[in-house]
């Protein structure tokens, strides 16, 4: 089974409306992250959180929000879709603390918005 | 502001030939360079990584070699084989401050 988890696995939806992406881990890790991947632009990362109660911004974080609803879950919203948003979107955990900055990335979610 | 800059965009490699990813960085405090792969359909994983205490990291077929003066750094994959076709990311963090910074990525593609 997969220890990092993304629902939905694609998506297409329409300029305006409202859409949530989910993030789930069983691997136990604190830290949670939330990058877009485009072409040519590499990974860029949208927001992060440390724990449950620490949410951070990323380097690209307006038109998005997110929520830490327990350890192993992380969420994204857009709150009003629009086509540059359209892109693959990426969860990823870390375990924390000195010597453990590897990042275990999810299968991703591709967004289409219309 | 791209504070990891990564070339080449794209690279296609002969079957046993050495594939060269390069990257530099901006950021003296940086003291942590990983390497990611990713296939495609997948996220991206942990390839190799390496601090600044040491010049050469290798594992396997692949070495990342570690230039402090040049702010450079750099993925080499011998004897290439089809498998390996993938994109690559550098990355860069500071110590205590977990988060990555990626380069924008290279597609590598070995040709039999």
């Known amino acids: 089974d997969a220890d990092v988890t993304q629902t939905p696995r694609n998506r297409i939806t329409k300029t305006g409306k409202r859409i949530m992406l989910e993030c789930s881990q069983t691997?136990?890790?604190?830290?949670m992250y939330w990058y877009r991947q485009d072409p040519g632009l590499g990974l860029r990362l949208i927001y992060y959180?440390?724990?449950?109660?620490?949410?951070n911004k990323g380097e690209i974080s307006d038109g998005y929000s997110v929520s830490r609803q327990a350890q192993a879950k992380f969420s994204l919203s857009l709150e009003s879709a629009i086509p540059n948003q359209t892109a693959l979107y990426f969860c990823?955990?870390?375990?924390?603390?000195?010597?453990?900055?590897?990042?275990?990335f999810g299968p991703g979610t591709r967004l289409t918005v219309l | 502001q791209q504070q990891v800059k990564q070339s080449p965009q794209s690279l296609i490699v002969q079957k046993g030939g050495i594939s060269i990813i390069n990257c530099a960085y901006e950021?003296?405090?940086?003291?942590?360079f990983p390497w990611y792969q990713q296939f495609p359909g997948k996220g991206p994983a942990l390839l190799i990584a390496?601090?600044?205490?040491?010049s050469e990291k290798k594992e396997g077929r692949f070495t990342i070699s570690f230039n402090k003066s040049a702010k450079q750094f750099s993925l080499h994959i011998m004897d290439s084989q089809p498998g390996d076709s993938a994109t690559y990311f550098c990355?860069?963090?500071?110590?205590?401050?977990?988060?990555?910074?990626f380069g924008t990525g290279t597609r590598l593609t070995i040709i039999p």
């Open positions: 990823a955990t870390s375990l924390g603390g000195q010597g453990s900055n590897t990042q275990y």
């Open positions: 691997k136990g890790h604190d830290r």
């Open positions: 959180s440390f724990d449950v109660k620490d949410i």
């Open positions: 950021n003296t405090a940086f003291d942590y």
């Open positions: 390496i601090r600044p205490d040491v």
């Open positions: 990355a860069a963090a500071s110590f205590g401050n977990e988060k990555l910074t």
